[in-house]
């Protein structure tokens, strides 16, 4: 996709969409709509542009291109985005969509996509219970400039109706996203399942499913069979199938309690590692969390980072890299702990949480994983070797 870049902003209300493709002699398909989820085709032809006119100020736009050629082998663009920004000298600011499920917190913000004239010197966030916060309700600023903000509002009503506006200032003036509204849910509750070494672990309720909301701890299979504990580099990855634990730098003063034992895919293998009771999720299982935090369906089944905010709504609001923290509107309580690699190296802790699914491939000796990192509010999924170390959370059967 050549034009616009993803994310430009248009002054004109005209725009001519360019891009290339590597299939031979292309018929085009062109999407495009203000719902990237939506997005309708406006257009089948054979050439690579397409001209826009009429387009409104103040809104973003979302559009993509599939190519197919007459042996009916093609290729899709990702979907683009661009956005018509007012004829003021203001700053252009969106407001974030606030998540669906939430117990007594929730994030709100916005993205400053375009200064003006002048530097962005304060933005942030109205919210209330009356609509129109920026005149009935509280502030809250978070910093200056262009780019994504958010805040986390704590303590908030139960089964309370909220509404929140983002807001950027300039030397001009203030401008204002579009107003939200949000509905809070239940307080939190945490029950607890203990394992087999006597850890006592919280879970909570996400949709139809129970989960920890702790990485497991457990030195041992429900059974009582040891798990082999392996420190040495060389001999972590030379026997993979063998169930194998460790924590993050041999460390486990400092690590145990914050992200529990790194587990290898050996581990997965045994389908005994979580308490009687409950089981390693399912990549299946996974894709149900997700899409009860509002990933779109049609997403769950690819590979890398898939969503919009779930990984936000999933990591735990302190401990990650750079304050890059999540909102955990979920309870899913996610935490850094890192990974250990096929050749025994420890990489990524404070900025990476992985963990296994009990999901194998279907042609390789891989195991699908989900991962959450510092600077990503989507979830990642994708394949891990059985040499690899990952975190575990355990599912109520």
């Known amino acids: 996709m050549d034009y616009p870049a993803a994310g430009a902003i248009i002054k004109s209300t005209s725009l001519t969409l360019k891009w290339t493709a590597t299939t031979a002699n292309p018929n085009y398909d062109i999407s495009f709509g ?31 291109f599939s190519a197919i050629n007459e042996c009916k082998r093609g290729c899709s663009s990702g979907v683009g985005s661009f956005t018509v920004i007012p004829d003021t000298n203001l700053p252009y600011v969106t407001t974030t969509p606030v998540p669906v499920h939430l117990n007594n917190s929730a994030p709100v913000g916005g993205n400053v996509l375009y200064e003006g004239p002048s530097p962005v010197t304060e933005r942030g966030a109205f919210w209330g219970t009356l609509p129109e916060p920026e005149n009935t309700g509280m502030k809250i600023t978070n910093g200056m400039g262009l780019g994504q903000f958010s805040s986390l509002l704590e303590g908030l009503g139960q089964t309370t109706q909220y509404y929140t506006k983002a807001f950027a200032t300039n030397s001009y003036g203030t401008s204002y996203g579009t107003e939200v509204m949000f509905t809070t849910g239940l307080s939190a509750s945490f029950g607890s399942v203990s394992d087999i070494d006597g850890n006592i672990y919280k879970t909570t309720r996400i949709g139809t499913q129970v989960w920890m909301a702790e990485n497991l701890k457990t030195t041992k299979l429900n059974d009582g069979t040891p798990i082999q504990l392996i420190t040495d580099n ?30 290898n895919g050996g581990v997965v293998t045994t389908d005994k590692l979580c308490p009687v009771g409950w089981h390693m999720p399912t990549d299946e299982e996974w894709n149900t969390l997700e899409i009860y935090l509002g990933m779109p369906e049609n997403q769950v089944g690819s590979e890398n980072i898939r969503g919009t905010d779930q990984g936000s709504q999933m990591k735990s609001i302190t401990g990650w890299t750079n304050q890059v923290n999540g909102f955990n509107t979920s309870n899913f309580s996610g935490v850094p702990g890192g990974v ?39 979830v990642e999924r994708n394949v891990l070797s059985m040499q690899c170390g990952s975190s575990v959370r355990c599912l109520k059967n």
């Open 340 to 378: 250990r690699l096929p050749l025994g190296t420890f990489s990524d802790v404070g900025q990476l949480g992985q963990w296994w699914s009990s999901t194998k491939h279907l042609q390789y000796d891989f195991y699908w994983s989900r991962s959450l990192e510092s600077d990503v509010s989507g």
């Open 34 to 64: 203000t719902d990237k989820e939506n997005l309708k085709i406006i257009s089948q032809q054979t050439i690579n542009s397409y001209t826009l006119n009429n387009l409104e100020k103040g809104k973003t736009y979302y559009w993509s």
């Open 234 to 263: 060389n001999n972590w990855g030379d026997v993979p199938m063998s169930p194998r634990l460790c924590w993050y730098n041999n460390d486990s003063t400092t690590y145990n309690s914050k992200y529990g034992i790194l587990y």
